[in-house]
């Protein structure tokens, strides 16, 4: 099984600064891998896939990189609603393997 | 609108039943493969299971294996998760979820949108 390790758990910012995001898998996922934005009481919102593609209406601000086990998600500059939790995610087709990393929770210093 | 509605949630016991249902709408539901994701309260997303959009090929997490049912009418455009054996531990909330497609191509294994999930408490 594929683990994900996300880091750090909580990143405590201001609004207008850049956030960094981590995400390392425990063997390569290839470009496989997405994040996902959560908001408390909400379901959560796919923001990027194959590692550096923005889904469908998701601003420019966020992004993307890595590849193999090392990934970024990167906030250029924090917007208020931009506080929230945020998951990496793999697929593995086959065998199907869709695992989540345990998330980093983006806080308003 | 994309709409996804889930319902059946509620309180079990364990060794319990319980059926979910996911109502669909503003797409087309038949051609979209589906999937289930759980959340457990305070805790990350766990995958459960999926399904293709014909309901020809299945997949289920290894912790629900022979436990849970996922199924699909396309007439009705509703989705459907059968869980049986129920244990404290698959106490969370269920979301349904449709696999992504953009720009005419669908990708299997990433998930949006999602519905707004039903709560399964599994208690004695």
């Known amino acids: 099984e594929i683990v994900l390790t996300q880091s750090p758990a909580t990143l405590s910012l201001s609004p207008g600064e850049r956030a960094t995001l981590s995400c390392r898998a425990s063997q390569s996922v290839s470009s496989y891998l997405a994040w996902y934005q959560q908001k408390p009481g909400q379901a959560p919102r796919l923001l990027i896939y194959d590692a550096s593609n923005r889904a469908t209406g998701i601003p420019a601000r966020f992004s993307g990189s890595g590849s193999g086990t090392d990934f970024t998600l990167t906030i250029s500059s924090l917007e208020p609603e931009d506080f929230a939790v945020y998951y990496c995610?793999?697929?593995?087709?086959?065998?199907?393997?869709?695992?989540f990393g345990q998330g980093t929770k983006l806080e308003i210093k | 609108e994309v709409q996804l509605v889930e319902s059946g949630g509620g309180l079990v016991q364990p060794g319990g039943s319980l059926r979910l249902s996911c109502a669909a709408s503003g797409f087309t539901f038949s051609s979209y493969e589906m999937n289930w994701v759980r959340q457990a309260p305070g805790k990350g997303l766990e995958w459960v299971s999926y399904?293709?959009?014909?309901?020809?090929?299945?997949y289920y997490a290894d912790s629900v294996k022979g436990r849970f049912t996922i199924s699909r009418d396309n007439a009705k455009n509703s989705l459907y998760l059968q869980m049986n054996s129920l244990r404290a531990e698959d106490t969370a909330v269920y979301y349904c979820?449709?696999?992504?497609?953009?720009?005419?191509?669908?990708?299997?294994?990433?998930?949006?949108?999602w519905g707004q999930g039903t709560l399964v408490t599994v208690s004695s």
């Open positions: 399904i293709s959009s014909s309901g020809s090929t299945i």
């Open positions: 979820a449709s696999t992504f497609c953009s720009g005419g191509s669908c990708y299997s294994g990433w998930f949006d949108p």
């Open positions: 995610q793999q697929r593995s087709n086959w065998p199907p393997e869709y695992t």
